[in-house]
């Protein structure tokens, strides 16, 4: 799965302006570095000095529940996503929240291959922007418990 998109992974409060480094890197995933630090301060510029460091474990799979009996070809699959993120104080390392987002996202298969494709990165997206929106609240949650 491809994680440009998953940008909306840790969108978190507005009121959350650290420096956020997700456990997997720039390399491994291009755009999320910047886009997690845009979602969560709302400018897309790493906070100086960083407050926080989120760190987040992302898992991913398909399932194909239905297979056309004629073509032997599955006809809808379900992307699934889970992230264990934790997010901790630069200073001392204590840890604010930890926990596990998980979500779904359904779409229908073809055999045309770019129509195919086209669909499981629609999913892809769909599934970010639900693991985002649940991390976000989540933290916010979290932030906003913690405040005097």
């Known amino acids: 799965m491809s994680w440009s998109r998953m940008a909306a992974l840790a969108a978190a409060a507005s009121g959350l302006s650290g420096c956020f480094t997700p456990l997997y890197s720039e390399t491994a995933h291009p755009g999320l ?12 510029e790493t906070a100086s000095p960083p407050k926080y460091r989120l760190a987040m474990k992302i898992a991913t799979g398909v399932q194909t529940p239905t297979v056309n009996s004629e073509t032997n070809v599955a006809s ?14 630069v200073d001392g390392n204590a840890e604010v929240v930890k926990g596990t987002a998980n979500a779904a996202a359904a779409y229908d298969r ?7 494709l086209r669909a499981a990165r ?13 991390i976000s609240l989540r933290l916010a949650s979290a932030l906003a ?3 005097p």
């Open 33 to 44: 570095v910047e886009d997690v630090i845009a979602d969560i301060n709302g400018t897309g």
């Open 76 to 89: 809808s699959a379900t992307m699934s996503g889970d992230v264990e993120y934790v997010l901790t104080r």
């Open 110 to 116: 073809t055999t045309q291959r770019y129509a195919d």
């Open 122 to 134: 629609d999913a892809e997206i769909r599934l970010a922007r639900a693991l985002s929106q649940e």
């Open 145 to 147: 418990a913690k405040s």
